[in-house]
Nanobody, 125 residues
Framework: QVQLVESGGGLVQAGGSLRLSCAAS????????MGWFRQQAPGKEREFLA?????????DYADSVKGRFTISRDNAKNTVYLQMNSLKPEDTAVYYC?????????????????WGQGTQVTVSS
């Protein structure tokens, strides 16, 4: 079993920055790609944001966040990060990290088998 715990969410003004962390425990995730997703309202589809392969060298981003968000990982700490800059009110959502079943980055939710509980990010205008 893998447990994922996100942290770093909060309230920030538009144009500001936040850094989310996702700490994994139970098993190492160093052989797996990791991803970040968000859900803007209950019942709305969870949206792909970014994914990083197991090596930490290859990231993939949704167009909506490309150039503003950066995914990174520290395999020694079993932790993944999402640096979010130039935040906009439409970035308000619950943010989730997830472990991919595979080593290569993926945009597909069905390729992710473990999820964190989420952390709320609220961007005020």
């Amino acid at each position: 079993q893998v447990q994922l715990v996100e942290s770093g969410g909060g309230l920030v003004q538009a144009g500001g920055s936040l850094r989310l962390s996702c700490a994994a425990s139970g098993r190492t995730v160093s052989s797996n790609a990791m991803g970040w997703f968000r859900q803007q309202a209950p019942g709305k589809e969870r949206e792909f944001l970014a994914s990083m392969d197991s090596s930490g060298n290859n990231g993939d981003y949704a167009d909506s966040v490309k150039g503003r968000f950066t995914i990174s990982r520290d395999n020694a700490k079993n932790t993944v990060y999402l640096q979010m800059n130039s935040l906009k009110p439409e970035d308000t959502a619950v943010y989730y990290c997830a472990r991919c079943k595979y080593a290569l980055a993926s945009r597909q939710l069905y390729n992710y088998d473990y999820w964190g509980q989420g952390t709320q990010v609220t961007v005020s205008s």
